[in-house]
């Protein structure tokens, strides 16, 4: 049997969101949710940082002018 292993990462965005009015509560949201589904997984240390790597090249690639769109 193959250990799991990260295929794909996928970003959900809402098409009318105010970015901006909820940036600050949602960006802490995420990260205690990101922080709290890495820490009881049972992915390798490699793997997490593979998986934060993906999170950050989404968020790298719908970038314009300083904001994440």
Known sequence: MRKNCIQNIVVH??????????SNK?????????????????????????VLDGILRDMKSRETNGVIE
Do not use: A, C, W
């Open 13 to 22: 965005i809402p098409d009318n969101m105010d970015f901006v009015g909820l």
């Open 26 to 50: 949602v960006n802490e949201f995420h990260f205690d949710m990101i922080e709290r589904r890495l820490n009881s997984s049972i992915l390798t240390t490699e793997e997490k940082i593979s």
